[in-house]
């Protein structure tokens, strides 16, 4: 990835595109870049927490297993989305994987770099515990959805969470899934064939349309929202 690429990846980020570009270039300097294919690991459980990786382009996803090897979700990266920040605080390992889910570009910046930019930028450490608490509430919500509702609860919630998600300036009924229905299933905590019967019944009720390429249209969004009331 050339120097201005690399620019480009931190200019992406939350914590990072609040700084002026001489001290983005700074970071990008500190940073190394690598290109994985689909399904590849950027790092597993018990692997050394030892860097920040942020994605450029492409999407990868974070997940746990249990026991039995059942595969849990936490959450879906995209472009200007980091992970490993965890590194930059602490010596633990790694506790999840994270894994491609296309073609996908990753910058990594090593702890000793990254602390040394936050010595020299402390405003930084501010924006990454900003996200570090947006990420614990949403923990935190999803826990008490499991707790709460029931499946079909839970994909009405997804559903209007995504809907909310849109800018107030290009809002529309019309929705893309980040995921395939089986990494859905797991981040809700239930099976494939659940997610689609229950979206299925969702559109029987004619609440959505399913247009194709993972795309939703939402017919009736406050009934959806009364569905998790």
Partial sequence: ??????????????????????EQEKIAGA??????????????AGDPSEHLYIVHRGKVKI?????????????ILEPGDFMGELAIFTDE???SYAET???????SIHKADLKKLLEANPAISFKLLAENSKRLMQAERTIEQFGSQDVEKRLAS????????????????????PMSKKDLASYLGSTSETIS?????????QLIEQTGQR?????????LERLVD
Wanted: hydrophobic content about 40%.
């Fill in 1 to 22: 990835m050339e120097k201005t690429e690399k620019k480009l990846c931190v200019s992406l980020v939350p914590i990072f595109n609040h700084l002026d570009y001489g």
């Fill in 31 to 44: 940073s190394k870049s690598r290109t994985f294919n689909s399904k590849e690991l950027v790092f597993r």
């Fill in 63 to 75: 997940y746990n297993l249990s026991e039995d090897g059942k595969e849990h979700l936490i959450r």
């Fill in 93 to 95: 390992w790694l506790t």
């Fill in 101 to 107: 889910m296309e073609k996908t570009e990753i910058c």
């Fill in 158 to 177: 997804y559903l209007i969470e995504l809907a909310d998600e849109q800018p107030a300036v290009s809002k529309s009924s019309i929705i893309t899934l």
């Fill in 197 to 205: 019967r229950r979206l299925a019944s969702f559109e029987a009720r």
């Fill in 215 to 223: 795309k939703i249209k939402i017919l009736q969004l406050d009934a």
